[in-house]
């Protein structure tokens, strides 16, 4: 039901123009053909000082009509380019921009640009090592000639014109270039860390044969953005929802940098938060920020619209939906704001889905808003990977309590507890909670962990015997990863004695709980969160 007075209209993003860089900086576009490693294409030429944007091979004249890149990059994909269906480029769209294919993307440009590619005879998975075959090319001089391969397929002859710079023990074509052209190619993986010199090799295709320039920085991002805050917003009202993350955090630096006092900082207390969070979130925002926080409580009517629910894409949704039903119920004491600020990250955006990206899950902030919001939507840091929005906080002057705070998901604890969400499971869960992650921060364990948490399973329960009596309760899931962006994770190898003190711990003190389990699945096959 749509509330009274609402707009039925589709929300209006304004980020997707206005907060990608100025048209005058140099930025790299990388086409993804489903290759499981585009991301750190993406994240490897930033590292290096380039802004870079990734785009399905599909969309490659909008992307490059409206980025205007100075360099692309083609990724690897899983498909043999020789099979029917497969991903195709029109190469007349990049023009005479200079162009590195990876994997796939090098088996293509050899494809349709005179070269030849087969069926390999012995295909290549995991390290080998480099011979080069030509002086002076982009390659020569490695400081480590070994590289990550993942193929079926090998170019057989290059494009017209390219030399052949490098082969290894099986594969006759391991990397082409043709300078005059400036068309370069590799069959491996430069962009993973089993390639040691893979960011030399980046770099050098970058700024040795694309005569591109290292200019983006954190200054220079918020620099960019808070002009762009400024044009969009005019003089009107933010209303910045923050929920005391690094994300929102950052998101509502940004904005007070920009507008001031015009940037409203608004928190939910959904009954999602962790153990103690409210309170840490008006302090956080007292201190850091101008004083006032608007603070809505909103629990009841969170738990009442997620009663009975199960499915966590109907959560995700649900949650999402009633975030904009608190702005808009509360438009009044908000004093007329027509803007609503968020702290999506580009992997809430990937993984949301696209067309070579599958839907993992819906992330509340992007799949979930209703088409019948009124506010406008404002999303700063939309481009930008996790470490990077850290580096834009520091450069903001938040304190190291704020930027290196671990990441919470904006659902909450709803997408921590595996079926319905009730006052009571949401008990059961900030309890272990807080147990497992004092007990991290005590050992010192918590240095190096990107996220760390405990899950309740859904209808789930195990037979105990406590005092000597039986007993028929909950299990807790803990779970601690490292990961650099989110987009992999690995489990943390916590000491076992850590890991049953804590155990212990959490059954003796958290009432309808009996067994203790730790999840040692990294991501993929598995994601972060359990929903």
Not at 233 to 252: E, F, H, P, R, T
Not at 457 to 469: I, K, N, P, T, W
Request: with cysteine; hydrophobic share 40%.
């Amino acid at each position: 039901m749509v509330p009274k007075g609402a707009l039925r209209t589709s929300v209006r993003i304004l980020h997707t123009q206005s907060m990608r860089p100025s048209s005058d900086r140099q930025a790299v576009l990388v086409l993804d053909f489903g290759g499981q490693y585009t991301q750190l294409i993406v994240r490897r030429v930033r590292e290096l000082g380039v802004y870079s944007e990734m785009a399905p091979f599909a969309r490659a004249e909008r992307a490059i009509r409206e980025l205007n890149p100075a360099a692309v990059i083609l990724s690897g994909g899983p498909m043999s380019v020789t099979a029917p269906g497969a991903p195709d480029l029109d190469f007349s769209l990049l023009g005479d921009r200079p162009v590195l294919g990876i994997c796939y993307g090098q088996q293509l440009m050899a494809a349709r640009l005179g070269g030849r590619v087969s069926h390999a005879e012995g295909r290549e998975y995991g390290r080998r090592e480099l011979t080069w075959t030509k002086e002076g090319s982009f390659l020569e001089g490695l400081e480590s000639p070994q590289v990550w391969m993942s193929h079926g397929d090998e170019v057989e002859a290059p494009p017209t014109g390219a030399d052949i710079v490098a082969r290894t023990e099986t594969c006759p074509v391991a990397a082409f270039a043709d300078p005059g052209r400036r068309l370069y190619g590799v069959q491996f993986h430069p962009e993973v860390s089993h390639t040691p010199a893979g960011k030399e090799i980046l770099r050098r295709f970058l700024f040795d044969e694309a005569g591109l320039e290292a200019d983006w920085t954190s200054a220079s991002f918020i620099e960019e953005t808070v002009r762009s805050i400024r044009e969009e917003v005019g003089q009107g009202k933010v209303l910045c929802a923050v929920s005391g993350g690094v994300d929102s955090s950052v998101m509502a630096a940004l904005l007070t940098e920009a507008i001031g006092e015009r940037a409203v900082c608004v928190s939910v207390d959904h009954g999602l938060l962790r153990k103690g969070e409210a309170e840490q979130v008006r302090d956080t925002f007292t201190r850091h920020f101008h004083p006032r926080l608007v603070v809505f409580d909103e629990r009841d009517r969170f738990f009442g619209a997620l009663a009975g629910v199960t499915d966590p894409e109907a959560k995700r949704k649900i949650i999402g939906e009633q975030f904009v039903r608190v702005f808009e119920d509360h438009a009044d004491d908000l004093k007329d704001c027509r803007f609503l600020a968020q702290g999506t990250l580009y992997p809430d955006v990937i993984e949301s889905g696209s067309p070579t990206a599958a839907k993992i899950k819906t992330h509340h902030n992007v799949g979930g808003l209703p088409a019948w919001m009124k506010l406008k939507l404002v999303e700063p840091l939309r481009w930008l990977f996790k470490d990077e929005v850290r580096s834009v906080g520091r450069a903001l002057g938040l304190g190291e309590e704020v930027v290196d705070r671990e990441p919470f998901p904006g659902p909450g604890l709803g997408v921590r507890i595996l079926g319905e969400v009730t006052p009571e499971r949401v008990r059961v869960v900030q309890e272990a909670d807080w147990i497992f992650r004092s007990e991290l921060r005590a050992r010192g364990l918590h240095r190096g962990i990107w996220q760390s948490y405990a899950a309740l399973l859904g209808d789930v329960r195990s037979v105990g015997v406590m005092g000597d009596e039986r007993t028929y309760e909950n299990p807790i899931v803990l779970r601690a990863v490292q990961s650099e962006d989110a987009m992999t994770a690995t489990a943390v190898p916590i000491p076992f004695e850590a890991l049953e003190h804590i155990a212990t711990r959490i059954v003796n003190e958290v009432k309808g709980v009996n067994r203790v389990l730790y999840d040692l699945t990294s991501k993929p096959p598995a994601t972060i969160e359990w929903e």
